[in-house]
Structure formats: structure tokens, C-alpha cells
């Protein structure tokens, strides 16, 4: 039997829980070509909500091409043209035929070479002339709007991991370019995500930066205990397997509802479990998971300072007052500054996330460790 509960790829389909309000929302928003920026801490299901309301609106308009940029191994600008440049020659049309033909007519500046691996569309190379992109990018940044207008679609650009765009030479003036171009679009809606939090949210809400206001901010949450509950114990029993709606809340728990680790703990209990899931079982794989990812934790905490560590230590303790004088002395936190420095440090190594004025551990199974077995508290 094929192993139920996925993490570390797309949720589809039966994998796929909740999110009926966020998928709705989405699916509105790219029929009406409205952009939308998502936001959420790593793996919370930025990437599987997009794909899911992308197939939903495909299905329901006719009209609407869906063009998916990844951008997880993208360093440089030219690399990102050529991603772009590709994924809109691959989305908009169904045959390679016409795909080529669109390449060689919208691209001829940059005398594509365009390959094809099997007869999926999603296998299509285009490969641009280097020296011509470095000229004239500005084409490219066009493509989807004259594509679109010229075939009469409307498209809708998803662009993954859009926080690499800071590893450019020039990511300010990436941007500016970026928005002077797409902000023209009529026929060409897009929706921006990625994991970095607070480097999307410096792009996209702090009004100096050229992307400010670009569109609408969309801020994914967790997924809430009951939905969870109901997944796993119907996964289960679909499976021939049993497991109490208590077992349940306490995989949620122990993952926080972090939608990578409910998956990944739900998977291990399922593995363990013959026909009933018990206590012990849930336990027994959470520490596993633990343990299989402690010399990562192991090897994080080597890179941080001796200010970062002691500031874990006290919010691991369940410390709330930090910069009180008496949760200073006793931690050893030196001042107010250094609390706040150590903070901003742990927030861009994503270590800490700050949401609505809380700073908080981003991943449970490290401030579990942290707590347990680094700190022993
Ligand atoms: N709606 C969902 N229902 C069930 N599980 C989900 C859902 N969304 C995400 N997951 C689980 O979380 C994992 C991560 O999802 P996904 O890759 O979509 O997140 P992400 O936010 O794009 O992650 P990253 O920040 O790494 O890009 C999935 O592999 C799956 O196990
Ligand atoms: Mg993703």
C-alpha cells in the first residue's frame, strides 16, 4: 500500500487539507488578474495553496494561462529572465509546435534555442543569447502582456522563492525595473511568494521600496487543530488503520500545526501503527523525528552567539518580560540593545518569526530540541 501523508512536496489532491477560504480567495483573485503577494513562515503551504487555485481558476476560465516561475536555484538577473522567458513560452501554449513558434517570433532578439524533453510542455529549454539579455531585459519583463494580448488570454505569472531576488548585484533596481514594467499590465496578473518573511515584508509593505503597494498583501496562517484532526483520523481509517481524535490533537501539538511536521509526524505514527495508534507510538516517532534532525539543530546552533543563545535559553524558560532586570541578570542579557539586536539576528537567520508583536520559534521540532536537549529545562 502506498504510504498516506506527504511533506517536502506540493499537498495535492487527498493530501491537500483545508484552506477552502485562502484556495476561494485566490481563485478570485487571479480571474480578476488582481496581484497577490503570500506571505507565510517556511512550509506552511504557500507553494500548494498557488498550485491548488491555480488548477481551480484554469478549470473555471477558459481564458487564464497559469505561468509558474520557481526561483529556488536563481542567483542572478540573467538566470531570471531566462526562468521567466521560458515559463511563458511553456504556459501559454498546449503543443510545442506552437510553443517554438512562439519563441523564435516574441524572443528572435535573443536567438532562442528552444528544446524539448519528452512532450510535456513543463520540459521545455529556451535558451537565451546572454550578451543581448544583459542589453535589453526589458523585453522579456513584456512577454507574458504581448503574449496575452496578441492571443487574447489573460495569464497569470505565480513566481516562487521571490525572495532570491535579494541575492541579485542590484535588487533595488531589479525591483524598480521590475514594477515600471508589470504595473502596465493589463492582461497579466501576478502573485508573488516566498518563504523569507521578513525580507517579503520589507519589499512589499515598506513604502520606500518600489514594490509598496504593488498588490494585495495575503498573510497564510496555520492550519487550525480541528481540520487537522480530521484529516489525519480520516486518513487513517482509510488506510485500515485507527487513530483517537486525542492521539490526533497531540500530533498537532507536537508539530504546533505546522502543516510539514503534522504531515511528517502523521506519517511516522501510520508507519508504526498496525490497526490502533496508540500513546506511545506518537511518542516514540516524535522523538525519532527529533533525534533524526538533531545534528542539523546541532550544527545551527554552532553558528549562533553566545547574546543568541542566551536569549533562547530565556524564551525557551517561557521568559516573557526579556528586558525586565531580573530576566536580564539571571540569563545574562546585558542590555535592552543587545536583546534587540540578538532578535533582529535571529529573525534573518529565520530561527525566531515576529508575528502581530509576538517573537516566537519558527520551527516547533527545533524549540522542542532547544528546550529538551540542548537546555535541558
Ligand atoms: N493544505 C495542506 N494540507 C495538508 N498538508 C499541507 C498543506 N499545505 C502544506 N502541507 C504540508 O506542508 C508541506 C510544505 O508545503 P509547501 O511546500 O506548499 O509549503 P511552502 O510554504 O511553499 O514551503 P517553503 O517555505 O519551503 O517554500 C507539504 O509538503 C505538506 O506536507
Ligand atoms: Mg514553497
Redesign the pocket.
Known amino acids: 500500500m502506498k504510504t498516506p501523508f ?6 495535492k489532491e487527498s ?5 477552502t477560504d485562502e484556495t476561494q480567495h485566490l481563485v478570485t483573485n487571479f480571474k480578476a488578474l488582481i496581484n497577490t503577494i503570500l506571505i ?1 513562515p ?8 498557488v498550485y491548488k487555485a491555480a488548477q481551480i481558476a484554469k478549470k473555471e476560465d477558459s481564458s487564464l494561462r497559469i505561468c509558474m516561475v520557481d526561483l529556488f536555484n536563481v542567483r542572478t538577473e540573467e538566470q531570471f529572465y531566462t526562468a521567466l522567458a521560458q515559463s511563458v513560452i511553456a504556459s501559454t501554449e498546449s503543443k510545442w509546435q506552437e510553443a517554438l513558434a512562439n519563441a523564435t517570433r516574441f524572443l528572435s532578439r535573443f536567438v532562442p534555442k528552444v528544446s524539448f524533453a519528452g512532450d510535456s510542455m513543463t520540459e521545455i529549454t529556451v535558451d537565451l543569447n546572454m550578451e543581448e539579455l544583459r542589453r535589453n531585459p526589458d523585453e522579456i519583463l513584456d512577454l507574458a502582456e504581448k503574449i496575452a494580448t496578441e492571443k487574447k488570454v489573460r495569464i497569470i505569472v505565480c513566481i516562487d ?1 521571490f525572495q532570491n531576488i535579494a541575492n541579485f548585484d542590484d535588487p533595488l533596481a531589479f525591483q524598480r525595473k521590475l514594477r515600471a514594467h508589470w504595473q502596465q499590465h493589463q492582461n497579466v496578473g501576478y502573485c508573488l511568494y516566498g ?1 523569507k518573511r521578513h525580507m517579503m515584508m520589507e519589499v512589499f509593505t515598506d513604502y520606500s521600496m518600489p514594490f509598496y503597494k504593488f498588490g494585495e498583501l495575503m498573510f497564510l496562517d496555520k ?1 487550525a487543530t480541528p481540520e487537522w484532526v480530521h ?1 489525519i483520523s480520516s486518513t487513517f481509517s482509510e488506510t485500515g488503520k485507527h487513530i483517537s481524535d486525542k492521539l490526533c490533537e497531540s500530533i498537532v501539538s507536537f508539530a504546533d500545526n505546522h ?2 511536521y503534522v ?1 511528517q509526524l502523521s506519517q511516522q505514527v501510520w508507519l508504526r501503527t498496525e490497526v490502533d495508534a496508540t500513546e506511545e507510538i506518537v511518542c516514540e516517532a516524535h522523538s525519532d523525528i527529533i533525534a533524526q534532525l538533531g545534528l542539523m539543530f546541532d550544527n545551527l546552533t554552532q553558528t549562533l552567539t553566545n547574546g543568541q543563545i542566551c536569549l533562547l535559553r530565556a524564551m525557551s524558560a517561557g521568559e516573557k518580560s526579556l528586558t525586565s532586570k531580573a530576566v536580564m541578570d539571571k540569563y545574562n542579557l546585558s542590555s535592552p540593545t543587545m536583546i534587540s539586536r540578538a532578535r533582529k539576528a535571529l529573525v534573518e537567520k529565520d530561527i525566531l518569526d515576529y508575528i502581530g508583536g509576538v517573537y516566537s520559534f519558527q520551527d516547533p521540532m527545533y524549540a522542542y530540541w532547544m528546550k529538551h536537549q540542548y537546555f535541558r529545562l
Open positions: 506527504i511533506f517536502g512536496k506540493l499537498a493530501n491537500f487539507t483545508d484552506r507565510s517556511r512550509r506552511w503551504g504557500k507553494s500548494s495553496l522563492e518563504s492550519i484529516f502543516p510539514y504531515q
